[in-house]
């Protein structure tokens, strides 16, 4: 079986605020090979480590930097996560809004050691802004987002050229044969919406890559309790 990667949803988030500090460094103690975190970028130009468009009635695309760490105090910019975890873990980086990929892209690459970038993913629920991740980062790991499951989503995925199809985690256990279709499509299949994280044994037995979870350490230990 091939070795499943547990992404750090938005870092140890069953425990922590999600994407904030504390999150983070709890993954990495409870031993994630990697981090999947959130980026969005505020009306003045930065870069932040946020899920929710809408924080505190007000779209985050319409805030400053100061008005969004005002109401929220634990944000991290992605040049300050970088700075702090950037040399410690890999990170997959969601697009949660489009504009700002090339500039996304070449700031983690400049920023983080080599093996680290080698490990680098990427992925969004906007094709366009995954098709531009991979176009800046060929090399790397670029995957779409879905809530669809089936051969045309797959062959979408594909023609996009991009390496991963990432659809949630019911729905490849309730149809897992479609595992191998995207294999032979070249893809890789890493899902999200792990609701329990002992489903990861499940998604690791039919080929899956990986998957965001919350509870890194519970996901671990289901994986090598097999």
């Given at each position: 079986?091939?070795?499943?990667?547990?992404?750090?949803?938005?870092?140890?988030?069953?425990y922590?605020?999600?994407?904030?500090?504390?999150?983070?460094?709890?993954?990495?103690?409870?031993?994630?090979?990697i981090?999947?975190?959130?980026?969005?970028?505020?009306?003045?130009?930065?870069?932040?480590?946020?899920?929710?468009?809408?924080?505190?009635?007000?779209?985050?695309?319409?805030?400053?930097?100061?008005?969004?760490?005002?109401?929220?105090?634990?944000?991290?910019?992605?040049?300050?996560?970088?700075?702090?975890?950037?040399?410690?873990?890999?990170?997959?980086?969601?697009?949660?809004?489009?504009?700002?990929e090339?500039?996304?892209?070449?700031?983690?690459?400049?920023?983080?050691?080599?093996?680290?970038?080698?490990?680098?993913?990427?992925?969004?629920?906007?094709?366009?802004?995954?098709?531009?991740?991979?176009?800046?980062?060929?090399?790397?790991?670029?995957?779409?987002?879905?809530?669809?499951?089936?051969?045309?989503?797959?062959?979408?995925?594909?023609?996009?050229?991009?390496?991963?199809?990432?659809?949630?985690?019911?729905?490849?256990?309730?149809?897992?044969?479609?595992?191998?279709v995207?294999?032979?499509?070249?893809?890789?299949?890493?899902?999200?919406?792990?609701?329990?994280?002992?489903?990861?044994?499940?998604?690791?037995?039919?080929?899956?890559?990986?998957?965001?979870?919350?509870?890194?350490?519970?996901?671990?230990?289901?994986?090598?309790?097999?």
């Amino acid at each position: 079986m091939t070795k499943f990667k547990v992404f750090a949803h938005r870092g140890a988030s069953g425990y922590a605020t999600d994407n904030e500090t504390e999150a983070f460094e709890l993954a990495i103690q409870q031993g994630a090979p990697i981090i999947e975190t959130d980026v969005q970028m505020t009306t003045d130009g930065v870069m932040v480590l946020q899920h929710d468009w809408v924080v505190e009635g007000r779209f985050v695309a319409a805030m400053t930097l100061a008005e969004l760490t005002e109401v929220r105090p634990g944000l991290l910019t992605v040049a300050a996560a970088l700075r702090s975890f950037g040399a410690r873990i890999p990170f997959c980086w969601e697009v949660k809004a489009s504009g700002f990929e090339p500039t996304l892209v070449a700031l983690v690459r400049d920023l983080v050691p080599t093996d680290l970038w080698q490990q680098t993913e990427f992925s969004s629920f906007l094709p366009t802004s995954a098709y531009l991740c991979q176009k800046h980062a060929p090399h790397n790991n670029v995957g779409w987002l879905t809530r669809d499951y089936d051969e045309s989503s797959i062959n979408a995925v594909q023609t996009a050229g991009l390496s991963q199809f990432c659809p949630p985690a019911p729905a490849i256990m309730e149809h897992p044969a479609l595992v191998k279709v995207a294999h032979a499509r070249g893809l890789q299949v890493r899902a999200w919406q792990v609701d329990d994280p002992v489903w990861v044994s499940e998604l690791a037995a039919v080929g899956v890559y990986g998957a965001t979870v919350n509870w890194p350490d519970k996901a671990l230990a289901a994986l090598n309790a097999d």
